[in-house]
């Protein structure tokens, strides 16, 4: 009985029963985040994934996803899933890339967290699984979940090389980087925070010298690659007759850039009063991080600081959006998973800070996670569902934009209802869709006849457009 209940016994058993429970907690995590992304997938597809399923559509082949399309809307490898799983397959379905590759990232932030201890690594999880930015992304027909996993995966390898870890693979680099480039252009300033990460850290360990010799090594083959693919896209872009075409051009504009940095803090930690002082405060934790003994300081200094405010000093266009500037949410996660998992483990006053700010960003992204599930992005099917109501063997519908006749079609093509988009005046319907701070009128005039409101959806969310549709008055 002794030799069974040995010290060296005991403390193997326990070891092995923490390492069961942890696998275990992830397991749950993952799992949670899988519900939550496929509670937020449902609905009609929003502007920007219906538009790249019929950009997927009218080229038909993967060879004209990869050089016929020439279009920012057009995330290649998403667009290769859309053109898979057709124009009329369920949303679920044209959803399913994102939802799968943004629950995987779950388990695999836990992997690039578990150097800094096993709570950090499930609290990076957990947030990881919650946030409500990556909800949204993870659960819509578009490459940022993909880009994010393949993101996070050579954010493990640079980890291995700063840590001088033997067998870093940087063929694996090169491969990483192209799939993320190809899910989603910004996995270019990604890939230019890791490796800075790689180089400021080695520098500050081993001197200049070794430093720039790891990282050329390690990053080269990576930023070739990533050179070739895009001078193969650029190519099909200069023969095309149309050239490459962007969805919109916004010219620099400091408020739409504060804008969407705000609502990026906002949506990344689940707080849903967007301010000013979101941000402000990210800084602040960022200034503070080092004392707080956290590990990966130059890649967070790098992706939550350096790569808005290098993007402002450039002044780049369609600043307003929030998911471009991603890679400073991902990182802001990974800070927070940190901090607060080795604040968790610390007796007192960090642990009862910790532990309310955990409950607080949980809470407050499962309310917006939730807001996802129930508006549906504005679901533009019930547009459809309200045409098959009054007209169940087909409609002519006006639309006001060719934003709107995206949504519509591929509405339509799900729900297997003819529907034909016409700016012909004969049309009984017509549909209106704005964004964010435009109006929407209560009544509709068109070629001298009145339209009257029969459905309307507004957006409660990072994701879709409003929509009202109309109907002629006889």
Known sequence: MAGVLSPARLHFVA?????????????????????LRIAGGNGGLWLDEAWSVLLAHQVGTPL???????HDNNHH??????????????????????????????PLVASLARRAGTVPALVSAALFAVSPILVTLGSEARGYAPMTLALLAAAVIADQAIAGEPGVNRRHMAILAVLGLLSQLTMIFGLLALAGWVLLERWQRDGAAVALRLTVRLFAPAFAAVAITLALL??????????????????????????????LTGFTIGWPLLTVTLPIAALVLLLCARQMGTAKIWFYRLAIAGFPIGLAVLHTANPGHARYYLLAGLALLLLLGEVIGKALTRPGLPRLLASAALSTI???SLYQDGILATNRRADPAAAVR??????????????????GEAVLKVAAAQATFPLTVTDSCAARFAFLDRF??????????RCGALFLPI??????????????????HR
Request: glycine residues 12%.
């Open 455 to 472: 459905a309307a959806a507004r957006v409660r969310g990072l994701s879709g457009t409003h929509w009202t549709l109309y109907e002629r």
């Open 234 to 263: 650029a190519l099909g872009a200069w023969a095309s007759p149309l050239g490459f075409q962007f969805g919109s051009y916004e010219a620099f504009a400091w408020m739409a850039w504060l804008r969407a940095v705000v609502e």
């Open 64 to 70: 004209g996803v990869l050089f016929g399309i020439n």
């Open 386 to 403: 309200a045409l098959a109501a009054r007209s169940p063997a087909g409609a002519a519908v006006m639309a006001d934009r060719e934003t």
């Open 362 to 364: 949980i809470i407050g």
């Open 436 to 445: 964010g701070g435009e109006d929407m009128p209560g009544t509709l005039h």
């Open 77 to 106: 490898l998403n667009s290769l899933w859309l053109l898979t799983v057709g124009m009329d397959a369920p949303p679920l379905a044209q959803r399913a890339l994102a939802i799968v590759t943004g629950t995987l990232a779950i």
């Open 15 to 35: 070891s092995t029963n923490w390492l069961s429970a942890d696998r275990v907690a992830l397991a749950a995590l993952t799992l949670v985040g899988l519900g």
